[in-house]
DNA sequence: GCAACCTTATCAAAGCTGTGTCAAGGTTAG
DNA sequence: CTAACCTTGACACAGCTTTGATAAGGTTGC
C-alpha cells in the first residue's frame, strides 16, 4: 500500500486538490499528514473519495448534506431533535388527534387573544 | 374547528408570512386550505412551526438542513447511500479540544504509518 | 362595495457554497 | 541548488438560498 500526494489523489478520484482541500475543511475527510504536514492519501482515502463523487451525482445532493448528515451522525441530541420534529405530524394536515385538540381547545382563547388583537380566525372550509 | 390565517399564524409562531410559505415551498408544513385556496393552520402545524424554531435556533442549523433531513427520511436509497458512505468513515474521537486534537493528530500519524507500507509515490513520513 | 385580507409570481438584495487562482513560503527529489 | 512539489491564506466570482417588497387579482366581512 501506498500514500498519494495531493494532485495525485486529485487525479485519480476526479476531484481538484482545490476541492479535496475543501471536503477535508467540512469535514468529509481528514487524510494523514507527514510529518512536514504534507497530506496523505491512502487507499481508503481514495475509495472514499470516489464514492462520494457518486453519492452526489446519483441522488442530486451537495457536500454541505452530507456535512450535515455526518454531523446528525456524530451528534446525538441534534438527530434525536431532528427526528423528533420529522415524526411530529407527519404531513396531512386533515388529521388533528384528540390530544392536540384537546389542548388547543383549553389553550385557544389565550393563545386567540394574546396573538390576534384585531381580526378573527377563518371559518374552516365545508 | 377554528384555523388560523397566514398572518395569524406568522403572530402566534414568529415567523413571517413570507416565511410559512417559503417553509410550505420546501416541503417543511403543509397547512389545509379553504375552497378558495386560503391556508388554514391548525394546532398541529402552529406547533410544529414553533418547534421548528427552537430546532434551527438550539442547533445552529438551517430549513435546508432541516428539508434534507425529511428527505433522507423519506427516500430509503439516499438514507441508505449516505449512511453506507458515513459507516465506512474513519471517525475520529468526539473531542474538539485544542490538546486533545493535537495529540490525536500525532496518534494519527502513527497509526497510519503503521498501515502503509512505503513504495513509490511519496515517503511515509519515519 | 370597500377595506382588509388572501393568492401566486416576480424582482431584489444579502449571504453562503463551491470553485479557481494566485501569493509567500516550506519540502523534496535529482 | 533548482525545479517541482507541498502548505495556508486570501481575493474573486457564479450560482443558489433565504428573505423582503411589490404587483395583479380573488375572497371575505361588515
Known sequence: MQALTIHQAAETTGWTPRMLRYIER???IEPAR???G???FG???????????????????GLGDVAFA????SDESLSGAVDDWLEATPQRPETVSADEWLEWEQQKHARIIAALTTTKPMETAA
Chains 1, 2 share one sequence.
Not at 481514495?46 to 453519492?55: A, F, G, I, P
Not at 455526518?70 to 451522525?73: E, N, V, Y
Open 26 to 28: 467540512i469535514g468529509l
Open 34 to 36: 507527514t510529518e512536514s
Open 38 to 40: 504534507y497530506r496523505q
Open 43 to 61: 487507499p481508503g482515502e481514495l475509495q472514499r473519495l470516489r464514492t462520494l463523487r457518486e453519492l452526489l451525482a446519483e441522488h442530486e445532493i
Open 70 to 73: 455526518l454531523r446528525m451522525s
